[in-house]
């Protein structure tokens, strides 16, 4: 199985300012043929179930705000946000799709500080 | 707009069987087009997929749950169900069924709310 370590686990982050949430597979997700990375982000909130946010690595969902971004390839990924709002406290998680079984991130929770 | 539904009882027994129905709306499961999962999340955990079914009725399953899960589907019923068997505490969570398939096989896209099954006597 691939194993999805996040970082940091939590963060606490101003408003207005930017928020940086690191993912690391325990092996490629960058499949050769198609050169697509094989990783989403995932957005979730108390009480509710988890919303996409980016797949392929760094394509936006439809109706995501344009502050958030993804980028990285193969085992070393980033979900930014770089205008955090009030709106955006939550929890993140990445997860692989390359590979059976699909594996999350034990995700990061970012606050207001 | 493609609706998730979880169902079943809340509180199961040890040793028993846990039973969950996701009911979709807004799209046909027998449209051969998606495939239908279930992920669990303990309280304060992370998330853990534990199979998916596609209309086929061909089925994948975490290998950590294999020997104790099955997902059927009911096309017309447009529902997909869940068995857990000989559980335990540690399979006390909140159940989501979701869909996946628009972008790859396992890119979750639509969720249900989410039912939350506790185990215990």
């Known amino acids: 199985d691939i194993v999805m370590t996040q970082s940091p686990d939590s963060l606490a982050v101003s408003l207005g300012e930017r928020a940086t949430i690191n993912c690391k597979s325990s092996?490629?997700?960058?499949?050769?043929?198609?050169?697509?990375?094989?990783l989403g982000w995932y957005q979730q909130k108390p009480g509710q179930p988890p919303k996409v946010l980016i797949y392929?690595?760094?394509t936006r969902e439809s109706g995501v705000p344009d502050r958030f971004s993804g980028s990285g390839s193969g085992t070393d990924f980033t979900l930014t946000i770089s205008s955090l709002q009030a709106e955006d406290v939550a929890v993140y998680y990445c997860?692989?799709?390359?590979?059976?079984?699909?594996?999350f991130g034990q995700g990061t929770k970012v606050e207001i500080k | 707009q493609v609706q998730l539904q979880e169902s079943g009882p809340g509180l199961v027994k040890p040793s028993q069987t846990l039973s969950l129905t996701c009911t979709v709306s807004?799209?046909?499961?027998?449209?051969?087009?998606?495939?239908w999962s279930w992920i669990r999340q303990p309280a304060g955990q992370g998330l853990e997929w534990i199979g998916r079914?596609?209309?086929?009725?061909?089925?994948n399953y975490n290998p950590s749950l294999k020997s104790r899960v099955t997902i059927s589907v009911d096309t017309s019923k447009n529902q997909f169900s869940l068995k857990l068997s000989s559980v335990t505490a540690a399979d006390t969570a909140v159940y989501y069924c979701a869909r996946s398939g628009m972008v790859a096989t396992d890119y979750f896209d639509y969720w249900g709310q989410g039912t939350l099954v506790t185990v215990s006597s």
């Open positions: 092996q490629s997700v960058l499949y050769s043929s198609n050169n697509k990375n094989y």
């Open positions: 807004g799209d046909s499961i027998s449209s051969g087009t998606y495939y």
């Open positions: 392929w690595a760094s």
């Open positions: 997860q692989q799709y390359y590979s059976t079984p699909p594996g």
């Open positions: 079914i596609y209309t086929s009725g061909s089925t």
